[in-house]
C-alpha cells in the first residue's frame, strides 16, 4: 500500500493522467524493418523473400533462402518538424451561488524547436536457416516495430500538451516456415514484445497567486506481452510470387507511476505519485504483396497494407495498487477497480497503405530498385496532439546491392517522406472543478524526413 500524504494532489494527478497519454495517438509505427525494402518503399514486402527480413514482413519467404543467412543493419531518421502557434490560451472559470468569473489568457512560448534528435537509428537483426533437406526453415528476428522519443524546448507553447515523449518497442520474434509443395510455403511466429513509455507535460496553476508556476506531469510504464504472425507464400512457374500475411495485435499492460512536481519558479515545492497501469493497444494488420517479373533482369513490385487501428479507441489508466489518501484512526483508501481513474478518447481510424516497387539487376554484383508509397495517418483530425506531428505520408525511395563476394551483400537505401501539415484545435481539462482550468493547444505541424539504411547480408 502506497501513502500519499497531500490529498489535493490526487486532482492534479488524475488531470496530469488526463495529458498525457497521447504520446501513445498518432503515427508512432515504424515501417523502416528492412534495409533493403526501403530501397523500394516496401513494396516487395511479404512477396519478396530474398533476404532474412522476410521473416518480419512474411516467415514463409524463408523458403526462398538457401542454407543459414544473416541481416544487421540499420536506419538512420533524420526528422525536421516544426510547431506554429495559431492561438493557443488558458481558460479559468470560476462559479459562485451568484456570479461566474471567466479569466482567458494567451499561452506565451517559443515553437519548441525541432524536438527530434539529429539522428534517430531503428537497428534490425535476422536469421534464417533451412534445416538440412528437410522442408522446414527456422528464423529469429530482432526488431523496434514502435517507437517515439520527442523532447521540446523548455517554454514550449504546447507544453500543456506534451514536453517530452518515449516509446520504445523491442519486438523478438522467433519463427518457423514450412514449404508445402513446389508451389506453396506457409509461415508464422511468435512476437516478444516489450515496451517501455515515459512521457512528460506542463500543467497549469488553477491558482496563479499561490501557486503561479507551471507544475510538471510525468507518466511512465513498461510491460513484456505476446502476439502473433502468419503468412503464405505461392509462386508461380514464371517467377511471379504472392503473399499474404497477418500480424495480430497486441495488448500491453503498461504499469508503473504518475507523477506530479509542483513549482514556485525552479524551486521544487512537493510531490505527489500514483502506481497506475494503462493498457496499450497496438494494431494488427493484414499486407498482401506482388512480385511479378518483367523479364529476366527486372521484377515489378507492389503491396497494399492495411491497419486495424480503429481498436485504438482511447487510453484508460487505472489504479494498480490501493492508495491511503489521508491517514489516522479513520484513512480513507483509494482502492483499484474496474472504473479507470482517468480516460482520454482518441477514436483513431483504421488506415493503409500501397506501395510499388521496381528493381533491376544491373550485373553479377549489382542491383538498382527504387519505389513509392502512400500511407494514410490513422490519427482523428479532431483529436491531433503536439506529442505526434503526424499527417498523410508520400514517400521516394531508391537502393542498392552490391555483392561483395559469394557470402556477403551490402545493401544500401535513401527515402525521403513528404508530411502533409496538420492543423490541431484541441481544448483539455487540466484542472477542477473550481476554478475549472481548460488549454486550448492551437497549431500548425509541419515537417519531413530524410533516412539512410544499410545492412549487410551474410549467406553460410
Given at each position: 500500500?502506497?501513502?500519499?500524504?497531500?490529498?489535493?494532489?490526487?486532482?492534479?494527478?488524475?488531470?496530469?493522467?488526463?495529458?498525457?497519454?497521447?504520446?501513445?495517438?498518432?503515427?508512432?509505427?515504424?515501417?523502416e524493418?528492412?534495409?533493403?525494402?526501403?530501397?523500394?518503399?516496401?513494396?516487395g514486402?511479404?512477396?519478396?523473400?530474398?533476404?532474412?527480413?522476410?521473416?518480419?514482413?512474411?516467415?514463409a519467404?524463408?523458403?526462398?533462402?538457401?542454407?543459414?543467412?544473416?541481416?544487421?543493419?540499420?536506419?538512420?531518421?533524420?526528422?525536421?518538424?516544426?510547431?506554429q502557434?495559431?492561438?493557443?490560451?488558458?481558460?479559468?472559470?470560476?462559479?459562485?451561488?451568484?456570479?461566474?468569473?471567466?479569466?482567458v489568457?494567451?499561452?506565451?512560448?517559443?515553437?519548441?524547436?525541432?524536438?527530434?534528435?539529429?539522428?534517430?537509428?531503428?537497428?534490425?537483426?535476422?536469421?534464417?536457416?533451412?534445416?538440412?533437406?528437410?522442408?522446414?526453415w527456422?528464423?529469429?528476428?530482432?526488431?523496434?516495430?514502435?517507437?517515439?522519443?520527442?523532447?521540446?524546448?523548455?517554454?514550449?507553447?504546447?507544453r500543456?500538451?506534451?514536453?517530452?515523449?518515449?516509446l520504445?518497442?523491442?519486438?523478438?520474434?522467433?519463427s518457423?516456415?514450412?514449404?508445402?509443395?513446389?508451389?506453396?510455403?506457409i509461415?508464422?511466429?511468435?512476437?516478444?514484445?516489450y515496451?517501455?513509455?515515459?512521457?512528460?507535460?506542463?500543467?497549469?496553476?488553477?491558482?496563479?497567486?499561490?501557486?503561479?508556476?507551471?507544475?510538471?506531469?510525468?507518466?511512465?510504464?513498461d510491460?513484456?506481452?505476446?502476439?502473433?504472425?502468419?503468412?503464405?507464400?505461392?509462386?508461380?512457374?514464371?517467377?511471379?510470387?504472392?503473399?499474404?500475411?497477418?500480424?495480430?495485435?497486441?495488448?500491453?499492460?503498461?504499469?508503473?507511476?504518475?507523477?506530479?512536481?509542483?513549482?514556485?519558479?525552479a524551486?521544487?515545492?512537493g510531490?505527489?505519485?500514483?502506481p497506475?497501469?494503462?493498457?496499450?493497444?497496438?494494431?494488427?494488420?493484414?499486407?498482401?504483396?506482388?512480385?511479378?517479373?518483367?523479364?529476366?533482369?527486372?521484377?515489378?513490385?507492389?503491396?497494399?497494407?492495411y491497419?486495424?487501428?480503429?481498436?485504438?479507441?482511447?487510453?484508460?489508466?487505472y489504479?494498480?495498487?490501493?492508495?491511503?489518501?489521508?491517514?489516522?484512526?479513520?484513512?480513507?483508501?483509494?482502492?483499484?477497480?474496474?472504473?479507470?481513474?482517468?480516460?482520454?478518447?482518441?477514436?483513431y481510424?483504421?488506415?493503409?497503405?500501397?506501395?510499388?516497387?521496381?528493381?533491376?539487376?544491373?550485373?553479377?554484383?549489382?542491383?538498382?530498385?527504387?519505389?513509392?508509397?502512400?500511407?494514410?495517418?490513422?490519427?482523428?483530425?479532431?483529436?491531433?496532439?503536439?506529442?505526434?506531428?503526424?499527417?498523410?505520408r508520400?514517400?521516394?525511395?531508391?537502393?542498392?546491392s552490391?555483392?561483395l563476394?559469394?557470402?556477403?551483400?551490402?545493401?544500401a537505401?535513401?527515402?525521403?517522406?513528404?508530411?502533409?501539415?496538420?492543423?490541431?484545435?484541441?481544448?483539455?481539462?487540466?484542472?477542477?472543478?473550481?476554478?475549472?482550468?481548460?488549454?486550448?493547444?492551437?497549431?500548425?505541424?509541419?515537417?519531413?524526413?530524410?533516412?539512410?539504411?544499410?545492412?549487410?547480408?551474410?549467406?553460410?
Amino acid at each position: 500500500m502506497k501513502t500519499i500524504r497531500i490529498a489535493s494532489g490526487i486532482s492534479a494527478l488524475i488531470m496530469g493522467l488526463l495529458a498525457s497519454p497521447s504520446a501513445l495517438a498518432g503515427g508512432f509505427m515504424l515501417q523502416e524493418q528492412s534495409q533493403v525494402e526501403i530501397g523500394r518503399a516496401f513494396s516487395g514486402a511479404a512477396a519478396s523473400a530474398d533476404d532474412p527480413s522476410t521473416i518480419f514482413y512474411n516467415p514463409a519467404g524463408m523458403t526462398e533462402l538457401d542454407g543459414v543467412q544473416i541481416s544487421t543493419g540499420a536506419t538512420l531518421l533524420f526528422i525536421d518538424s516544426k510547431q506554429q502557434d495559431l492561438g493557443s490560451d488558458i481558460t479559468r472559470v470560476t462559479s459562485g451561488p451568484l456570479f461566474s468569473l471567466t479569466n482567458v489568457q494567451p499561452i506565451i512560448g517559443n515553437n519548441g524547436g525541432n524536438p527530434f534528435k539529429p539522428v534517430v537509428p531503428v537497428p534490425t537483426t535476422y536469421i534464417s536457416a533451412h534445416i538440412g533437406k528437410s522442408r522446414l526453415w527456422l528464423g529469429l528476428g530482432v526488431s523496434a516495430p514502435f517507437g517515439l522519443k520527442l523532447d521540446y524546448a523548455p517554454g514550449f507553447f504546447g507544453r500543456y500538451d506534451s514536453l517530452n515523449s518515449k516509446l520504445l518497442t523491442i519486438d523478438v520474434q522467433p519463427s518457423v516456415g514450412y514449404r508445402l509443395s513446389d508451389a506453396v510455403s506457409i509461415g508464422g511466429g511468435l512476437n516478444v514484445q516489450y515496451a517501455d513509455a515515459k512521457l512528460t507535460n506542463a500543467l497549469p496553476s488553477s491558482n496563479l497567486i499561490l501557486t503561479p508556476s507551471d507544475s510538471l506531469s510525468e507518466l511512465s510504464g513498461d510491460d513484456i506481452s505476446l502476439g502473433w504472425n502468419a503468412g503464405v507464400l505461392v509462386k508461380l512457374k514464371n517467377g511471379t510470387r504472392f503473399g499474404l500475411h497477418y500480424r495480430s495485435g497486441i495488448t500491453h499492460q503498461l504499469k508503473g507511476e504518475s507523477k506530479v512536481s509542483v513549482f514556485s519558479g525552479a524551486t521544487l515545492l512537493g510531490s505527489s505519485s500514483l502506481p497506475v497501469r494503462a493498457p496499450l493497444r497496438l494494431p494488427d494488420s493484414i499486407t498482401a504483396s506482388l512480385s511479378l517479373p518483367l523479364d529476366a533482369k527486372t521484377r515489378f513490385m507492389a503491396t497494399g497494407r492495411y491497419y486495424n487501428w480503429s481498436r485504438f479507441k482511447d487510453i484508460s489508466v487505472y489504479l494498480s495498487e490501493p492508495v491511503t489518501l489521508v491517514t489516522g484512526p479513520t484513512p480513507i483508501v483509494l482502492s483499484p477497480s474496474s472504473q479507470p481513474v482517468a480516460v482520454k478518447e482518441f477514436d483513431y481510424r483504421d488506415s493503409w497503405s500501397l506501395s510499388f516497387g521496381i528493381e533491376h539487376t544491373l550485373s553479377e554484383k549489382l542491383s538498382v530498385r527504387a519505389g513509392g508509397m502512400f500511407d494514410r495517418t490513422p490519427t482523428n483530425p479532431a483529436l491531433l496532439s503536439t506529442r505526434v506531428p503526424d499527417g498523410d505520408r508520400s514517400w521516394l525511395t531508391m537502393g542498392v546491392s552490391y555483392k561483395l563476394s559469394e557470402h556477403m551483400t551490402l545493401n544500401a537505401s535513401y527515402a525521403h517522406v513528404f508530411i502533409d501539415k496538420q492543423v490541431m484545435n484541441r481544448t483539455d481539462i487540466v484542472s477542477g472543478p473550481n476554478p475549472l482550468t481548460t488549454v486550448t493547444t492551437h497549431s500548425q505541424a509541419s515537417g519531413n524526413v530524410d533516412m539512410i539504411a544499410t545492412s549487410v547480408t551474410a549467406r553460410f
